[in-house]
Each structure stands twice: as C-alpha cells, then as structure tokens.
C-alpha cells in the first residue's frame, strides 16, 4: 500500500532537489501545477502511466518516489 502523503513528499523533495518550479515539472510530464500542488499536498497522486516520465525529469528511480527500499 502506498501512502499518497509520503508519495507527494518524495515527489515535493526529488522536485526541490532538482530546481524545478511545479510549473517546470508539471510542463515536462504534461500535466498542470494544480495537479504537481495536489501531488505534494497528497490529495491525489500521479497516474501510474507518467510515473516513469517524473522520475526521469527528477533524476530518481520510480522506486525511491515510491518508497521502495
């Protein structure tokens, strides 16, 4: 089970990390900074089909967004 808050706190962090705005990211994977915002707050979380895509644009492996150890 994956806890949308930590989800959107890796996510928040991988993005700070990198110097992207949620503008930045939520441009390169398509996707408004509403949706980035409502992400990193954990009141949804991102489509499994563009997981791969933020990731890349973070720089991390889907498995640290995930919390996967």
Not at 13 to 33: F, Y
Not at 34 to 60: F, H, M, N, Y
């Amino acid at each position: 089970m994956i806890d949308i808050g930590s989800l959107g706190k890796r996510i928040a962090d991988a993005r700070h990390d990198s110097g992207l705005t949620q503008k930045d990211l939520a441009d390169r994977v398509g996707v408004t900074a509403q949706a980035v915002s409502k992400w990193e707050r954990g009141g949804s979380c991102p489509d499994i089909s563009i997981l791969d895509e933020i990731a890349d644009t973070l720089g991390v492996s889907v498995s640290s967004l995930l919390g996967v150890k």
